[in-house]
């Protein structure tokens, strides 16, 4: 026998010989850990907290864009099929869809067998030519993305019930309106206009109060009667919680995975952390917004209640994944200082229609 040679393992009482066993079990684990990594079983999306999010959110196809606005459909197509392996560039959901994946590893470590995890959707009005390169693209940065929605030119908004979606991401803001008419939690995701690192171990998401997690019933006052007569309803209201806005259920989805972490004593070490950042003073009117959260069974880790102070610089303290807001003057604050951050078009403060902060993508393909 050559040195090195592996041995065929004899049956027992048959002279085998007591090295062969070690080395033998040496070299099977050895080629196992050559064949290739199996990849975890996808939730029923029934069971999981389903984010779905545009290509154009989660990779940056200015180019292609570009390409699609100036010649058209059939150039775009074919420019996709000509660079197909030629990965593309994070976009704004990225750094986001990362954390969610950090979080689905620490819920499987803990939680072997439950369905109760992160499920990422890819959805997009892309033609199915294009769904090479977004696979090439998903598998180049080594996301686990399994479910597909291509519709080839169509809103593919009409699917996202059926995917049992808790919440929509995407960069054409008239898709994410016809999501928030459906009743879905969405919202439509900026660039920030510089880079700024996040947590890669820690999920942090911000939230804006009134129209993002409350109705707009608060600003309303604000808009009729003015600051004095908001913070007296607010004070005589103080024990009537606010009616639910379009993300309360995805803070919901979030307290519900937190609490995974937190039966297992985890709390301090929970690797999702959230933030309710709003306009509202402690003072006057931040009571209502606690005892709200309070009586649906919630609560956000962090709660920062600004007066009226911009919310960027705080923004870039806290350093999210992502930060909700209605209103655009917000985001456009929160881009500034880094942050990438999502519009939610609910509620009063979007009539008359607002004018859209920097770097907004441009409409048209996902």
Request: aromatic share 10%; glycine share 6%; net charge negative.
């Amino acid at each position: 026998m050559e040195p090195g040679e592996l041995r065929e393992p004899r049956e027992p009482g048959r002279g085998a010989e007591p090295a062969a066993a070690p080395c033998w079990e040496e070299a099977k684990t050895f080629y196992e850990n050559l064949a290739p990594k199996k990849k975890p079983k996808s939730p029923k999306p029934q069971n999981a907290v389903t984010i779905a999010v545009s290509s154009r959110a989660l990779f940056r196809m200015d180019e292609e864009q570009r390409i699609y606005t100036e010649q058209g459909v059939e150039e775009y197509v074919r420019y996709q099929l000509e660079h197909e392996n030629e990965p593309f560039s994070p976009g704004p959901a990225f750094p986001f869809v990362k954390a969610l994946e950090a979080v689905n590893r620490r819920l499987r470590e803990l939680y072997p067998d439950s369905e109760d995890i992160f499920d990422i959707v890819l959805v997009t009005n892309n033609h199915a030519q294009v769904g090479v390169r977004l696979i090439n693209s998903i598998n180049h940065y080594d996301l686990f993305i399994e479910r597909f929605c291509m519709t080839g030119g169509n809103s593919p908004i009409c699917y996202l019930k059926a995917y049992h979606t808790n919440l929509y991401l995407s960069a054409d803001a008239e898709k994410v309106r016809e999501a928030i008419d459906e009743g879905i939690a969405a919202a439509t995701i900026f660039s920030p206009s510089r880079d700024v690192a996040v947590s890669q171990s820690q999920l942090r998401v911000a939230f804006d109060g009134d129209a993002v997690l409350f109705s707009d019933e608060s600003e309303r006052i604000v808009k009729a009667h003015g600051l004095d007569r908001f913070f007296e309803h607010e004070k005589a209201h103080e024990n009537k919680p606010l009616a639910q806005g379009p993300l309360k259920g995805f803070l919901e989805a979030l307290g519900r995975l937190q609490k995974k972490f937190y039966s297992k004593g985890l709390r301090l070490e929970c690797p999702i952390r959230t933030y309710l950042v709003t306009a509202r003073s402690a003072a006057s009117s931040g009571a209502r917004a606690l005892k709200t959260l309070r009586s649906w069974g919630l609560e956000t880790d962090e709660a920062l209640f600004l007066a009226g102070a911009p919310k960027g610089p705080l923004l870039e303290k806290i350093r999210p994944h992502i930060f909700f807001d209605d209103q655009m003057f917000h985001v456009a604050g929160a881009q500034e200082m880094g942050t990438v951050a999502a519009h939610v078009p609910y509620g009063v403060a979007q009539t008359p229609q607002q004018t859209a902060p920097m770097k907004q993508a441009p409409p048209s393909a996902q």
